[in-house]
């Protein structure tokens, strides 16, 4: 009975949509013939378009919903043509442009920013390096707070506006505030190669401080419209967060007609995760540190509940991806940073056959150079390729008593992911063991 309610909602929903729909098509044939969909009458909805609605509520109930599913479709593709008019597709370029939009959700220290490069190598890629960073000091998400939820809501909304290339949706977020979309402050611009392309590079003003700069030339404060055309201009999209803790947030997303979304999500072993943590927040690890050498059981700590709930966040999401739901369709894959590390050229393809983006050779060009065990004059290998060549480092470095913390308090992910626990600290450090179970998703 529920569910017979929720699709009335919705198919009501969509018979407001194409009245309005109606409406606009008169309007646009107005303005240009060339926008209006072909009326050819294929199905009884599209015998008589603006008689549609009366055909569904005749007798003012709904028929079959077989019938309600077919009409369904119908509305959602003239949504989706309507909505690429809306949204500015350019005059003679096709009216359906295969624009994909990916969303590479991740979380800290799970090598998502190299991954990242593998978009941002892209010339008709527009790649966003964390521009939920902005959210963060606006708007504070305190883990099981009553608020992350809220907080959650408006992640997700902007990150919805931001893959339809509406950049001003963050300018409440820029502080100092933007004036005339203009702003100094966009966090890591430079991680972004479209924002620093010479279109979106104004002229460089002299004593004007910009904090997040470009690398490849020198530019003067981002303009957002600027940065906006350009957006609207490449084939495609990427977003690259670690800031949406639960993928079931991004359901809207995936039902907008408007974007064809994908969501690539990369996980890595929590051992590894915690390692990387430790000498990159190496202060907030003392009592970690303490653990390790005095083998004390830790009881409560802020960094371990810390832990398990990201375990549990990544776990969930990926059960929700992993599920088949309906809404995903298609839509998600998860993948493990250790087999990018091993493997990085043949998952990179896998990615990209997946996001529906032909890979170019760019982009080959750039990974076969940073995965390379190439060592410069030096004889010293660069952080890239060190960091790839050395993804189990961490088996070193780290104390078995803190690995078999790790292993106890994010077991169900670990054995979702594939890593295997080690039962002893010969184990860890025998490098001829692995640690990872072949590809099980
Ligand atoms: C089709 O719709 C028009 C109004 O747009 C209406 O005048 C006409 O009677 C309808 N045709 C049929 C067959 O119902
Ligand atoms: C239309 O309404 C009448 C009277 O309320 C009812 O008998 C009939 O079954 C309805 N038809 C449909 C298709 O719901
Ligand atoms: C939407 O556009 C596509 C491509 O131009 C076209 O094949 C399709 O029939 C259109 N759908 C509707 C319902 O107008
Ligand atoms: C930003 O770019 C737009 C589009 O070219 C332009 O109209 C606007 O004047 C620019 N803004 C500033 C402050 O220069
Ligand atoms: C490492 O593991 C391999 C395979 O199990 C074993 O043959 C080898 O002896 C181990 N090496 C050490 C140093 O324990």
């Not at 909304?157 to 931001?162: A, G, R, T, V, Y």
Request: proline residues 5%; contains cysteine; charged residues 25%.
């Amino acid at each position: 009975m529920l569910r017979m309610r929720s699709k009335y909602a919705i198919a009501l929903v969509f018979v407001v949509a194409l009245v309005i729909i109606e409406k606009e098509n008169k309007l646009i044939s107005r303005v240009s013939d060339k926008f209006v969909p072909k009326q050819t009458p294929q199905t009884p909805t599209d015998a008589n378009s603006s008689l549609s609605p009366a055909l569904l509520l005749e007798n003012g109930s709904l028929l079959s919903l077989g019938e309600l599913d077919s009409a369904f479709l119908q509305f959602k593709w003239r949504l989706e043509n309507y909505t690429l008019l809306v949204q500015g597709v350019a005059p003679g370029k096709p009216l359906w442009t295969p624009r994909k939009h990916l969303v590479l959700m991740a979380t800290t220290r799970t090598g998502s920013s190299f991954v990242g490069e593998f978009f941002n190598q892209q010339g008709n890629i527009f790649y966003l390096f964390e521009p939920l960073w902005h959210l963060e000091r606006t708007v504070t998400f305190e883990p099981g707070g009553s608020n992350a939820a809220a907080v959650s809501i408006v992640y997700r909304d902007i990150l919805h506006e931001l893959l339809m290339c509406k950049l001003y949706s963050l300018e409440n977020f820029i502080y100092p505030a933007p004036e005339e979309h203009v702003t100094q402050y966009m966090f890591r611009r430079g991680s972004s190669k479209a924002l620093c392309e010479e279109q979106v590079c104004s002229p460089y003003v002299k004593n004007v401080f910009e904090k997040y700069h470009c690398r490849n030339q020198r530019c003067g404060p981002l303009n957002l419209t600027l940065a906006m055309e350009a957006c609207l201009q490449k084939e495609h999209i990427t977003i690259k967060t670690v800031r949406i803790r639960q993928l079931e947030f991004l359901r809207p997303l995936a039902e907008d007609p408007r974007i064809d979304l994908r969501i690539i999500n990369l996980v890595r072993d929590p051992r590894a995760v915690l390692a990387s943590r430790m000498v990159a927040f190496s202060r907030k690890y003392e009592t970690w540190k303490k653990w390790a050498a005095e083998g004390e059981e830790p009881l409560e700590d802020e960094e371990l509940q810390r832990l398990k709930g990201n375990c549990e966040n990544i776990r969930l999401s990926a059960e929700v991806g992993l599920s088949n739901a309906p809404w995903l369709n298609g839509r998600y894959k998860l993948i493990r940073y250790e087999d990018i590390a091993r493997y990085p050229l043949q998952k990179a393809e896998e990615m990209f056959r997946f996001a529906q983006i032909p890979l170019t050779q760019q982009v080959v060009d750039w990974i076969l150079k940073n995965t390379q065990g190439s060592k410069d004059s030096n004889g010293i290998y660069s952080t890239q390729k060190n960091s790839l060549e050395q993804f189990e480092k961490w088996r070193f470095n780290m104390p078995f008593k803190l690995a078999q913390i790790v292993q106890n308090v994010c077991a169900p992910a670990m054995q979702l992911f594939g890593y295997k626990p080690v039962t002893d600290p010969v184990t860890l450090t025998n490098r001829s063991i692995s640690l990872l179970e072949k590809n099980i998703f």
